[in-house]
């Protein structure tokens, strides 16, 4: 009688896992394309550029890894990101040409806008399934969302600009993370709570820049 033999069945992710990853994916490629056109534009060599993209696409979802106690980082268990990036950086930095340098700059607002609605989903869907408070989740949605733009900032020898930009940012990405708290409450599917807390984040920010809205500062 011939043994039966085994074959393997790799894991199938579920829905809502497939979603949060293809969110992961799409957040880190919007930011690592934001870093790598601000260090275009100081005119940083390719070391420079892919430092400042990986830094931009992985600085906020390392951070929330590091509050929500995940190991390994996100990053490092999906070492794609890595080759995504740098395939980035090699492939458009030869593309890239000196008069279309003000072009990006102005582009540059779409990526950083879909990475803070895109990164902030993702902050604020872990932190919930994870069973932290509601204010914990949308502040981890915040940070996840925007300490990627931070870091950029600071290596490009910038003060960071959501402390000095007045348009609003940061809280776009915190009523964003309140709209998926809400539908998350009452339990809407979670991909149209992923996709209202994007559109939200993503669509006040634009309509932020659009419209010129600034939020109070400091009068001396």
């Known amino acids: 009688m011939q043994a039966r033999g085994f074959r393997y069945c790799p894991p199938i ?53 590091v509050l929500l106690d995940q190991r390994p980082f996100f990053w490092v268990e999906h070492s794609g990101y890595l080759w995504l990036i740098l395939g980035l950086c090699m492939v458009g930095l030869p593309l890239l040409r000196a008069s279309h340098i003000d072009f990006t700059e102005r582009a540059m607002r779409v990526p950083d806008a879909l990475g803070l609605g895109l990164f902030g989903a993702a902050g604020t869907s872990q932190a919930l399934a994870l069973g932290q408070p509601l204010i914990v989740a949308a502040l981890t949605g915040v940070i996840t969302g925007v300490f990627g733009g931070v870091l950029r900032d600071v290596l490009c020898n910038e003060v960071p600009a959501i402390f000095t930009d007045h348009r609003p940012y940061a809280v776009c990405a915190f009523t964003g993370a309140w709209v998926f708290i809400g539908l998350d409450h009452v339990q809407a599917p979670e991909g149209l709570a992923l996709t209202a807390c994007i559109v939200t984040t993503a669509g006040l920010r634009l309509l932020a820049l659009a419209r010129d809205w600034r939020v109070p500062g400091w009068r001396g």
Do not use: K, Y
């Not at 260090?39 to 992985?58: E, L, Y």
């Open 13 to 65: 992710m579920r829905e809502p896992e497939v979603i949060l990853t293809l969110i992961e994916v799409a957040a880190t490629l919007a930011f690592a394309l934001s870093g790598f056109i601000e260090a275009a534009r100081r005119r940083m060599d390719i070391v420079g550029i892919t430092a400042v993209a990986c830094t931009a696409a992985f600085g906020g979802g390392t951070l929330r890894d």
